[in-house]
């Protein structure tokens, strides 16, 4: 075995804290913060966003009228359906997603129930899709830049 040169290198590397009143927020801090959707639903953001926090996921901390919020931040899957029984399908399964993630009750589908047979059109469930989707979309679109930005948020323990 031929010898290897090793070294080792200093880098500098920034971290961002937040701070309340001058002291870094704790852990404890983090967890008594009130969790709120950041989002409302035609995707307006509702209040100034400071980072990220990665503690059991993305958490975002933000600013809503003077205090702190969080909201936590996953990307959503989707896919688009081919068939009508899909399509409704689908869009319960969009709808449960941002209902837990935000809590909008818009929709409230189920491809089980026969009333949503008997009341949904093809172009209507088409149009909520597409609703539902370009929200996704901006929401991922978010997620993403969030993510990929310098905006990690550290925490003291």
């Known amino acids: 075995m031929k010898s290897q040169q090793l070294s080792v290198q200093t880098l500098s ?3 961002r804290v937040l701070s ?3 002291k870094k927020m704790t852990l404890s801090v ?3 913060i009130r969790e709120e959707p950041l989002f409302d ?13 990665n503690r059991d996921g993305f958490w975002i901390i ?10 936590k931040m996953q990307k959503i899957e989707t896919e688009t359906p ?3 029984a899909e399509l409704v399908k689908r869009m319960e399964e969009i709808d449960s997603k941002i209902q837990e993630e935000f809590g909008f009750k818009d929709f409230n589908w189920t491809y089980r129930d026969e009333r949503t047979w008997n009341s949904v059109t093809e172009e209507f ?17 978010f997620y993403d830049e969030l993510l990929g930005e310098k905006n990690q948020l550290f925490i003291s323990i």
Request: aromatic share 18%; no cysteine.
């Open 20 to 22: 309340i009143n001058q």
């Open 41 to 53: 639903k035609d995707f307006n953001k509702r209040g100034q966003t400071f980072g990220y926090v």
């Open 125 to 141: 469930a088409y149009e909520q899709l597409s609703k539902a989707e370009d929200f996704v979309e901006k929401y991922n679109s």
């Open 13 to 15: 590397v920034e971290i």
């Open 82 to 84: 081919k068939y009508m």
């Open 30 to 32: 983090f967890n008594q």
């Open 62 to 71: 933000w600013n809503r009228e003077g205090e702190l919020r969080k909201t």
